[in-house]
């Protein structure tokens, strides 16, 4: 289905006929297709809403570069428009689980409860990483200028994909991630008060387990689930574990 | 000239594996082909090699031995240029000229040799061994020879005698005495009839067959000159053909009267079969369409009624005659109607294809002018808006090649098709010949790329178009 | 140059949703037919997504935008120039300095689906440079290509269709209760469409009320008309490709084998048709998916379908060839015209040839008509001797 909000098209899906809605938000590069699974067995419980958030999937992108207030004011005005009132649960994987943390903690959008999935928006914590990803962007700009403009491009997405940058998955919003990847939400995640979820994978690089034990100690009414010999994607590396912890949290 | 540039191409030496591949390793065949070829860089234009074991080593080892003669005659030439001694430099010049040559007959003696100590004593052994299975074995033995529709006749035998009987068959194509020795071992002695296919090869074949497998039976299917390479004639080859029914007795003998080639060897003591009938059946309300070909046999008070997914008026005696052999030997109506109802072309021979709702007619594993007539009889039968018809012609046919390809394009002109496509080759302006002899005013087209006008063969056609192919591998096209 | 063979440059790609479909129908049903021919040489002619134009015998091989290379061809090659001589060459720049390398057009055969190209804008080029060429003219183009204007021309030549309505897509959040009032006139469920874009996008299926708005925002995204129209009960949907020019000659009806979604979207209308698995009985699979040919219908109802069909092509003005999308009420008989194609995709040449119409005798046909169009347009004559000028 699409829908236009704010003159933006957004393409969505709402399925299931529950009493309780559940909204579903992909992270960096991904799509809502990353949830298919997820929703094809909420569906039997729930109203599931799962859409492409702009830039991604199907979604038109935004003409200007976004940050995560803008990316929360949209799936806000988007609920309203679906005539949804009230959210059960805000389900977000990696940078949506940064933008669920952000919308729940500012007030944005009220979620009776919240289930983040290798959740990102602790910044300060790879200072390093970070570092290492400038000099080498830097320093490549230097040593590649003279190669055509196709291979500079293959090369920097090689280099970048190397040292867990996802800056090229995405390259229209360059922008935009920046400035999510400058927004840490450690701060909003304090403020959250609703139950919420927190599921990682124990071989997660780009948000390891410790960002889980960071949030775990920020959000109050918190449980924490490290699930083992999975990475990032821990939804679709071990699905049926994954809907079990979800399922029973939201019961 | 184009013949002598293209032996010093790359492809030359893959050019002249396939061709022993093609072969199958036989001296004389291959050396014909090797006088034949007019470009060595278009022998595989239709077709490839097939990387066995012994084609990688012979491709290797030709490849080697040439390379290593090139450079033995260019360091020849090299020490003559530097000592002065014109001998070395004329030796190096030639040895460097005559590569292709060398290694092209060379590889010739290599074959004689293995065949000669390994491979014959092996065979020989092997082959005395079978004919004292043949002889031991009880069950009926129907010996299959002709120059073409044995293997035709071998599964129709099959498929409709299995209905009623315990029935063996030597496997597709695998036709001389090895062959026979190894469909041998395999039997186990109580089937009821043991069919087995002569493939003829070279004057002597058939008489040396049946002396080995000793059948009780025979049926000749025809004689059309195919494969013709080591018999002297035509007269020759059927001379060899007939020389069964000194085995099993003229009246154990069955011919096929459509095949204008028996009229001469045909003996009032054998019994012959056609379209009309076979074994005192007589055949009426013959149908022929693109879904089969049906018709009612009669003998006396019975009735068999015959409907086959085989295509063609020429399928119509060899069925009669199988509906009636198998009524001989005890089958009854229903199982022989029943088997008859089995019957369906093989792969590639004269099997119909939908295309676009188009009909495309596959003969395209038809090698020789009695089974060309009979699908252009075919063609020439069936209703369509536009009928197109497709070949390269006929390979093998020895000293009678032009008159074989005359004889064809005036039977391509009997049928009127509206197009006319060929496959340019040696064959072209015979068949071109034939078809202007007979009269034919349709359009010809001649293509000089045999691949892609089968690959694009969809953009050419449209429903109403009947288009029979004969004669071609189209392994690209399916 | 081969003496004797006429050139005819195919255009494809383009700046429109249906980009990759276009070079599609160009390489597959057009360019490899015309060149079976031997009778034409073929100068294809690709447009960029971004509507940069390329001329270069590479662009004939569909691998070259199947691997991507397309982005590098583009790179380095040069681009394009049309040389209007009261008639049309192709001019590009070669590799030697300074040296152009001149390609004199005989026809032009457009392969472009969608909105620039198919919708007359291309059209309106060929036209000023006098150059013959394939399919349906300006006029005709930019109807057709317009749900709206074509309902309107077929509506006036007395051709029924479904009860529709329309507005401008500027209207919608001035005048949102008017529209809204206008377009629940009709009854559920409805369609609500973009008037212009060729494919499914944009385009939903509303079954109430509260779902409305959003699906007439969603069309008004994507075009500056929108038409809405009621569906038809016990739907048969069947489509119709015609050609020729003053004489149309019909292929065969066609009914397209919905599926259990009640509607094609993009992707099953084009991404998934080869996935569908085997082929079921008497089914053809087309640019659609599968399909029924001919259409499994009554005798009566199939014939007054065609004459429905022909008559829209007249009264759109088609030539060349087009296709005539139509909706059947199984119950009432009743045939209703819902929209016109000015080139359908793969020229549907999989419905000519069960019609007898093979792919090269198809592409030849459109050329030969396209010449005699073409040659009658000379005959009326445009220009008058006057002496306005020395007056002036």
Redesign the interface.
């Known amino acids: 289905m699409q829908i236009v909000v704010d003159s933006l098209l957004i393409d969505y899906s709402k399925i299931g006929s529950g009493k309780n809605t559940i909204v579903l938000l992909h992270g960096w590069g991904d799509s809502r297709q990353t949830f298919e699974f997820l929703e094809k067995e909420l569906v039997n419980t729930y109203t599931v809403i799962s859409l492409d958030l702009p830039g991604f999937g199907k979604s038109q992108a935004p003409d200007t570069a976004w940050d995560l207030a803008d990316y929360a004011s949209i799936v806000s005005k988007f609920l309203q428009k679906l005539n949804i009132r009230e959210v059960y649960a805000l389900v977000g994987h990696s940078n949506g689980g940064a933008l669920a943390i952000f919308a729940s903690g500012t007030g944005v959008i009220n979620p009776d409860k919240l289930v983040l999935i290798a959740a990102s928006g602790i910044r300060n914590r790879q200072k390093g990483k970070r570092l290492a990803i400038k000099l080498v962007a830097k320093t490549g700009k230097v040593a590649t200028f003279w190669l055509p403009k196709n291979q500079k491009q293959k090369l920097r997405k090689r280099l970048h994909g190397s040292i867990g940058s996802d800056m090229f998955v995405a390259p229209h919003l360059q922008e935009t991630y920046k400035k999510t990847v400058r927004h840490d939400v450690q701060a909003e995640a304090s403020k959250i008060t609703k139950p919420t979820l927190l599921i990682y994978g124990e071989n997660d690089k780009a948000t390891p387990p410790i960002y889980g034990e960071i949030y775990h100690n920020l959000i109050h009414d918190s449980v924490l689930e490290i699930i083992g010999g999975t990475g990032h994607f821990v939804h679709k590396d071990k699905p049926a574990q994954t809907l079990k912890l979800i399922e029973d949290f939201l019961r | 000239m184009r013949k002598l540039v293209s032996m010093y191409t790359p492809r030359y030496v893959v050019a002249i594996v396939y061709m022993l591949q093609s072969t199958e390793y036989e001296v004389r065949p291959y050396l014909a082909w090797l006088r034949r070829v007019q470009d060595f860089t278009k022998v595989m234009y239709r077709r490839e090699l097939h990387k066995t074991r012994p084609a990688m080593l012979l491709l290797v080892g030709l490849s080697l031995g040439m390379s290593l003669q090139v450079v033995l005659g260019v360091a020849l030439i090299w020490v003559g240029y530097d000592s002065d001694r014109v001998v070395l430099t004329v030796i190096g010049t030639l040895a460097v000229a005559t590569y292709p040559f060398v290694w092209a007959y060379g590889v010739v003696i290599l074959l004689v040799i293995g065949r000669a100590l390994v491979i014959n004593p092996k065979q020989k052994r092997r082959i005395a061994r079978s004919g004292r299975i043949f002889a031991d074995h009880k069950g009926r033995k129907i010996a299959v020879a002709g120059s073409y529709g044995k293997t035709s006749m071998k599964e129709l035998l099959v498929t409709v005698l299995s209905e009623g009987k315990h029935v063996a068959a030597t496997p597709a194509n695998k036709n001389v005495a090895l062959s026979h020795a190894q469909f041998a071992e395999k039997l186990t002695g109580d089937e009821d009839i043991v069919i087995l296919e002569y493939g003829e090869g070279r004057p002597g074949d058939v008489g040396h067959f049946a002396e080995v497998t000793k059948p009780n039976e025979a049926i000749i299917t025809g004689i059309a000159p195919a494969h013709l390479d080591h018999y002297p004639s035509l007269e020759a080859a059927a001379t060899d053909i007939f020389s069964v029914s000194t085995y099993v007795g003229d009246e154990h003998t069955y011919v096929n009267a459509n095949s204008e080639g028996v009229a001469s060897f045909l003996k009032s003591g054998m019994h012959a079969y056609s379209e009309k009938g076979a074994l005192g059946w007589n055949v009426s309300a013959v149908e022929i369409s693109i879904h089969g070909t049906s018709f009612r046999m009669h003998k006396g008070s019975q009735e068999l009624v015959i409907e086959s997914h085989l295509l063609g008026r020429h399928h119509v005696g060899p069925l009669a005659f199988v509906a009636a052999y198998a009524n001989k030997q005890g089958l009854t109506k229903e199982q022989i109607e029943a088997g008859t109802k089995k019957t369906k072309p093989f792969e590639h021979r004269m099997e119909a294809r939908n295309l676009h709702g188009a009909w495309l007619l596959d003969d395209t594993y038809n090698g020789n002018i009695d089974g060309m007539k009979a699908g252009l009889a075919l063609l020439e039968e069936l209703p369509a808006k536009r009928k197109i018809y497709v070949t390269p012609g006929l390979v093998d046919q020895g000293i009678e090649t032009a008159r074989v390809h005359s004889e064809l394009g005036q039977a391509i002109a009997r049928t009127k098709p509206d197009l006319v496509v060929l496959m340019d080759n040696s064959a072209t302006t015979q068949i071109q010949q034939g078809l202007e002899h007979a009269g034919y005013e349709g359009k010809v087209q001649i293509e000089d790329r045999p691949l892609e006008f089968y690959n694009n063969l969809e953009h050419f056609v449209a429903a109403g178009d009947v288009i029979m192919l004969q004669n071609d591998w189209t392994d690209n096209y399916n | 140059m081969i003496g004797g063979m006429k050139t005819i440059a195919v255009i494809f790609g383009g700046r429109s949703t249906e980009h990759d479909v276009s070079i599609v129908t160009a390489l597959a049903s057009i360019i490899?037919?015309l060149e079976?021919t031997k009778q034409y040489r073929v100068e294809p002619i690709y447009i960029s997504k971004d509507g940069d134009w390329y001329w270069d015998q590479k662009l004939k091989n569909i691998d070259l935008y199947q691997s991507g290379e397309i982005?590098?061809f583009m790179?380095k090659a040069p681009k394009v120039h049309l040389l209007f001589d009261n008639g049309l060459t192709l001019v590009k720049s070669s590799q030697f300095a300074g040296r152009k390398q001149y390609k004199k057009i005989d026809v032009v055969f457009p392969a472009m689906h969608g909105t620039h190209g198919e919708d007359g804008e291309l059209m309106g080029v060929l036209e000023m440079a006098n150059v013959p060429y394939v399919g349906c003219g300006l006029a005709a183009s930019a109807v057709a290509m317009d749900k709206v204007l074509s309902k309107q021309v077929t509506e006036s030549a007395g051709i029924a269709s479904t009860p529709w309505t329309w507005f401008y897509s500027s209207d919608l959040p001035r005048r949102h209760s008017e529209i809204m009032k206008e377009v629940e006139k009709l009854a559920y469920p409805i369609f609500v469409k973009p008037a212009h874009l060729g494919s499914s996008i944009?385009i939903?299926r509303v079954e109430s009320r509260?779902m409305l708005m959003?699906a007439l925002?969603?069309a008004?995204?994507?075009d500056d008309k929108v038409i809405v129209e009621q569906g038809v009960a016990n739907l048969i949907e069947v489509t119709l490709p015609i050609m020729g020019n003053e004489d149309p000659l019909p292929a065969l009806l066609e009914q397209p084998m919905l599926h259990a979604e009640d509607f094609f979207d993009f992707e099953t209308k084009y991404m998934q048709g080869g996935k569908k698995g085997g082929k079921k009985g008497g089914a053809?699979q087309g640019a659609q998916g599968y399909s029924k040919i001919p259409a499994d219908i009554p005798k009566d109802l199939y014939d007054k379908a065609v004459k429905l069909g022909i008559d829209s092509y007249k009264a759109v003005g088609c030539s060349g060839i087009a296709r005539i999308d139509m909706l059947i009420d199984g119950k009432s008989q009743q045939v209703m015209f819902n929209e016109i194609n000015p080139l359908p995709g793969s020229l549907y040449s999989?419905n000519?040839?069960?019609?007898?119409?093979?792919?090269?005798?198809l592409v030849s046909r459109l050329v030969a008509y396209a010449e005699q169009r073409w040659q009658s347009r000379q005959k009326i004559a445009t220009n008058f001797a006057t002496n306005y000028l020395k007056q002036f």
């Open positions: 490899k037919p079976l982005e590098e790179r944009g939903t509260d959003n925002e969603v008004a995204h994507y053809e999989h000519w040839k069960q019609a007898g119409v093979s792919g090269v005798d």
